[in-house]
């Protein structure tokens, strides 16, 4: 196991010096499909697009006084955690958030300040909820990307709305499928890690948990 180990720490190590960026590069617009495949896609490299999605209106429209007005009596689906860790690992148990139903302006409200409540609210549900829970903000975007789309060769799996403060946080985790994230309002930190180095990444099997906040 030793020289398995060794030959993998070398993998990883020339992955980082002759393939990875230091950085996570900057495009300057929409790229064309077929070059989003091939350089980004195929190699699966990160990249930061500017001026991707600077048509959509929802770059304006969305303020929480707009929201609220289009979408605030909505009931949806909200997870709540004690400290903003949702599907995360707890000791022996991998925890998942309590989800409440709840109505869009009640988020807000907590999110605001204006009322408080125990826990962390976060809307983070992954079965394509903008769709099927917010479907009034479609005319405020696009149900799909079209160049993402076309380098794909097919539509989303899942189109998904998430809103959150800053404690809201997303656990390490991978995905079975290609992610577009847009931020509309405010930031999103991502820590990424490259396929090389999955072998020095711990592993386990837990069991699930559903947590409470009262």
């Known amino acids: 196991m030793d020289a398995v180990q060794e030959r993998l720490t070398e993998f990883s190590q020339e992955a980082h010096e002759l393939y990875l960026n230091k950085s996570v590069p900057y495009l300057d617009g929409p790229p064309e499909p077929l070059d989003f ?6 190699p699966n490299k990160p990249c930061i697009i500017r001026n991707a999605l600077s048509h959509w209106p929802a770059l304006s429209r969305w303020t929480l006084d707009y929201l609220r007005e289009k979408i605030g009596s909505k009931v949806i689906s909200v997870a709540v955690t004690p400290n903003g860790y949702a599907d995360a ?3 022996d148990y991998f925890v998942m958030p309590e989800e ?4 869009f302006s009640s988020v807000l409200d907590i999110i605001e300040g204006k009322v408080q409540r125990s826990g962390v609210f976060y809307v983070q549900k992954q079965c394509s909820n903008l769709l099927q829970e917010l479907p009034e903000l479609i005319d405020d975007l696009e149900p799909h990307v079209a160049w993402m789309s076309a380098a794909l060769g097919k539509m989303p799996d899942a189109v998904n709305f998430w809103l959150g403060e800053e404690k809201a946080i997303t656990s390490m985790h991978k995905d079975p499928y290609e992610n577009l994230y847009c931020v509309i309002s405010g930031e999103k930190h991502f820590i990424l890690l490259p396929p090389t180095d999955r072998p020095f990444i711990p592993y386990g099997n837990h069991s699930n948990w559903t947590g409470h906040v009262t």
């Not at 409440?100 to 109505?103: A, F």
């Open 37 to 42: 495949y091939r350089d980004w896609i195929g």
């Open 89 to 91: 690992v707890a000791g």
């Open 100 to 103: 409440r139903k709840m109505s």
